[in-house]
């Protein structure tokens, strides 16, 4: 990203908070104007006492001193509070703005993009842009001031006094410039190095299980060290940057006092500049050390920043691929039939040349249920995550009620269909809390009359705290028959006209199966239900059922009729009925 374009993107951050923004550098202003007038107090009150001293007039200038400083700190302290709040609320609306842009993206983003990576973004990074909005902001405003309103009253005291004590200053610059690209580039790589080991360590916690089950602690120990030696010699490499530029410029700030020193005293031996001037010198030149020091540390924050602002924006900058069309059309959820029609419907996968659907046609007709069975591999996951457009397919091809669904409003189809996937995911909540997920407020009466549909709740009122139990990070503290039903609960509570479910029987026996089946036929009149399995003797229940095999539609008909017809369907019953015997 152009330097230019990372400049813009600092003021946009900055925009809605330019109040605040403007009173902590108005602030600043005052503070430096009051940093320059207290030493031309002191020079004042020193050239008085030269000339005649006085008790009452040491009170004055002390009180004076006192007040003034006393005024300077209090400025200071607002200057903090203004910007550095701003800092914290850039970070809130960027983390906002983060959350919101992922909730918008396809799934298929986040197979590319690892959950460790997003969340090192979202929040490391976006610390080090606070800190540039924040320090940063602060140390490049105060400093500008500082030079700005010293230098003037230094060159009218002594211009040759100001311009040798300055003379290092260029150095100072190109020593900074020479740095800065190597600054970048090196927290790039920390950056990185991070959201590497993030990843690793989500990694492992997710699958704690399977680590300990293969026994694999030392290998994973191994890599975690390896990718933290990683970011150690990157962080090394850093540091050492970064502390062989900082001393280097805090001793030519210094430097510049000790010129004051040497040529001051030498002109006040002349008698060709007043004591009180020399004073006034001293104070400013120390006045411009810490700035000048501080811009160091500040030159590093803005490096991050930049880098930061960088990563940022690769997510904010992705568009979303499945979204609303600016002619959406928008159904009301309660009056949809469920009729889902597809005509020739191809899909193929980014960057894959072969098509993983091809040539589809079918109709499903409102409240039939119908089986979609075949081989893994044969495009039966793809063809459900089709339906409410989790994949970014093409127009014409997929229809809802007549209605192409590439323009509904993506709400309003998602609405209409309650989806299973095979990965039943549970949140870290109550199981009361996982079925109503897709309708919070709904009533408990309501939730225990789904999870008896879903054959789920004779063995959650066996748990000890029943429907309030806490289920474990992707429902790790359920089995996966359970963590299935409770799923296929959760999608049975939503009042949506087809109930899609992908394999979201494949841990229940088929006994279970089929009375859950069975419970949908009768429970569910209205609804449209599609249900991918592998489960023939479930499969063998539905009104009709669709055989797929490599993309395509091979087979279409009754369980009775297939099973008669020479076939994908009877070979693959044959071997039901072979394993169900050897059971």
Known sequence: MAKSHRLAKIADYLRPHWRETVFGIMALLVVNGLGVYIPLLIRSGVDTLSQSFSFSQIIHYVVMIVLLSSAMWMM???????????????????????????????????TVNTPGDLISRATSDVDNIRRLLGFAVLSLANTFFAYALTLPVMLSLSMELTLASLAVYPFMFLMVHFFSDRLRDQQTVVQEQLAEMSELVREDMSGMALIKIYAQEANERQAF???NQQLLAANLKLAKSRNTLFPLIGGLASLSSLIIIWLGTAKISAGTLAIGDFLA?????????????????TITAYQRGEVSIDRLET????????QDTPDAIHVEVSKLKGELTAVNFNYTYPGVNTPVLENLNFTIHPGEVVAIVGPIGAGKSTLANAVPRLLDIQSGQLFLDGVDITKLAVSDLRGAIAYVPQDSFLFSTTVKNNIRYGDPITAEEDVVYAAKMAQID????????KYETLVGERGITLSGGQRQRTALARAMLIDA????????????????????????????????????THQLSAAATSDRILVMEQGKIVQVGHHSELVEQPGLYKTLWNQHQVEELLH
């Open 281 to 297: 010198l001293l104070i400013y030149v120390e006045r411009l050390v810490f700035p000048t020091t501080l811009l160091g540390f």
């Open 225 to 227: 060290n390896q990718k």
């Open 76 to 110: 200071r302290m607002a200057s903090r509070i203004w910007i550095f709040g701003v800092g914290r609320q850039v970070e809130f609306d960027l983390k906002q703005r983060i959350f919101q842009h992922l909730l918008q993206l396809e799934p298929a983003y986040f």
């Open 497 to 532: 006209p087809i109930l899609l479910l992908d394999d979201a029987l494949s841990s229940v026996d088929n006994q279970t199966a089929t009375q859950i089946l069975t419970n949908l036929s009768t429970g569910t009149k209205k609804k449209t239900v599609i249900f991918i």
């Open 315 to 322: 997510i904010l900058s992705v568009t979303p691929k499945i």
């Open 458 to 465: 004779a063995e959650i009122e066996n748990f000890p705290q």
